[in-house]
């Protein structure tokens, strides 16, 4: 499945049929510090994702000056 | 998972609050946040004119959008920071966002207003980066709402941002700036009522309900923040955070409820007028007037002469007492912030 991560904008493939906290602590992901998006809905850590699926891994952490 | 309060599908999980939510719930649960933390820490009138300091980002927005569903005058404004495509794209999702809403946006561009930009500041003033964008910010944030009437300033500073400011603080023991955090900063002495109507709610909760709202936000990192402070501290309660959920709150909260009473404000500096704006400062220029200066090359003057004769603004004898001035300055925090020190 492919996976589209952000900030640097990037695109990797790995195993489908499993959970998303699977898949996010494959590639080393706080779940905590992201929103998990397939087909324009957020899924939560539990949710199963499989092969040939599409998901976006979108950082939510920002930083800098305050606004 | 399924929605704690209604048993839907969830979309989102707060580990915190050993919850899931589904959309329509999720959405009532974070009003209620900000409506209690508005309610309690006594940050907004009915009929107080609020001006929301919107950046482009998931929470000034998603704050926006919050503020005008409650009903509450709200108009926002935009300030221009010149870091290229980056301050293309805010502004672009900014005005778009108050178009969608038919809200009124005031836009200031510092390189127009204050000729200078940030990516210039950085390469020219002797403050960080970050530090001088919110120098900058703090600063026109409160004149626009001066020159323009409103009663209060409204940021989008969030429950992580709050945390990760604390703990700053606390990691260096800068025990006079602990005292002084707070969700509200009231007004005195020419500075606005500031107020953070979304401190009781995580940056994942602001950035799902801006996406569950279809808000159109900047996504994208500020290019010239990276090894940021801020962030490191955010990444470290993360951590601790992801094995212990609820800390972040329980640090932030925990401290306002009990630990800051504790804390005696050493904020009794006296407030004059900058001798060159006429905005809030200890000393004889406020701190972005001598940035301003630095960045272009220029020397401030003040109007009225000094004892010696001299107009206090230009010779060599008097840069060391202006550094030493500066050195020892107490900034107030309710305008500058603890990066400006």
């Known amino acids: ?5 952000r900030n640097p904008d990037r695109e990797v493939d790995v195993a489908g049929g499993r959970a998303v906290r699977d898949v996010l602590a494959e590639l080393g992901v706080n779940p905590d510090t992201v929103l998990v998006i397939r087909a324009g809905e957020l899924v939560t850590r539990e949710t199963r994702v499989d092969d040939g699926e599409e998901i976006e891994i979108r950082p939510v952490i920002s930083g800098g000056a305050e606004r | 998972m399924r929605c704690t309060r209604c048993g839907a599908p969830a979309v989102i999980e707060v580990r915190r609050h050993n919850a899931g939510y589904c959309r329509a719930c999720f959405e009532h649960v974070f009003r209620g946040q900000v409506e209690r933390a508005i309610a309690k820490w006594h940050m907004l009138d ?9 950046s482009g980002g998931k929470d000034s927005l998603a ?3 919050t503020l005008l569903d409650l009903g509450f005058a709200a108009d926002g404004l935009y300030l221009g920071l ?3 495509s980056y301050s293309d794209r805010s502004a672009e999702v900014t005005r778009a966002f108050a178009a969608s809403r038919n809200a009124t946006l005031h836009v200031v561009d510092l390189a127009e207003d204050y000729g200078f930009d940030i990516p210039t500041a950085g390469r020219k003033g002797s403050r960080s980066t970050c530090a001088v964008c919110g120098l900058s910010k703090r600063y026109v944030f409160n004149r626009a709402a001066l020159d323009r009437g409103y009663d209060v300033i409204a940021t989008g500073h969030n429950l992580d941002d709050e945390a990760a400011t604390l703990l700053g603080n606390t990691l260096r023991w800068q025990t ?4 002084r955090q707070s969700p509200v900063l009231p007004a005195k002495d020419g500075m606005v009522k500031k107020v953070k109507p979304l401190f009781r709610l ?3 909760e602001t950035a799902a309900y801006a996406f569950l709202r279809g808000i159109d936000y900047v996504v994208e990192e500020c290019p010239l923040v990276a090894g940021n402070t801020q962030l490191r501290y955010k990444d470290a309660m993360n951590a601790i955070e992801s094995t212990s959920p609820g800390t972040k709150s329980q640090f932030l909260f925990g401290y306002l409820d009990r630990g800051r009473a504790l804390f005696t404000a050493a904020d009794d500096a006296e407030l004059t007028t900058c ?13 972005f007037c001598r940035a301003q200066a630095q960045i272009l090359g220029r020397r401030l003057v003040t109007p009225e002469p000094q004892r010696d004769g001299s107009d206090g603004a230009g010779g060599r004898g008097n840069e060391r007492q202006e550094a030493e001035e500066l050195a020892d300055e107490v900034l107030p925090a309710e305008l500058y912030g603890v990066e400006a020190r």
């Open chain 1, 1 to 5: 499945m492919k996976v589209r991560l």
């Open chain 2, 63 to 65: 704050l926006w959008d």
């Open chain 2, 82 to 84: 010149g870091i290229g």
């Open chain 2, 202 to 204: 995580s940056e994942l």
């Open chain 2, 46 to 54: 009915a009929d107080e004119r609020v001006l929301v300091a919107v």
């Open chain 2, 275 to 287: 001798a060159s704006c006429g905005q809030p400062t200890t000393g004889r220029f406020c701190a």
């Open chain 2, 176 to 179: 006079e700036y602990i005292a």
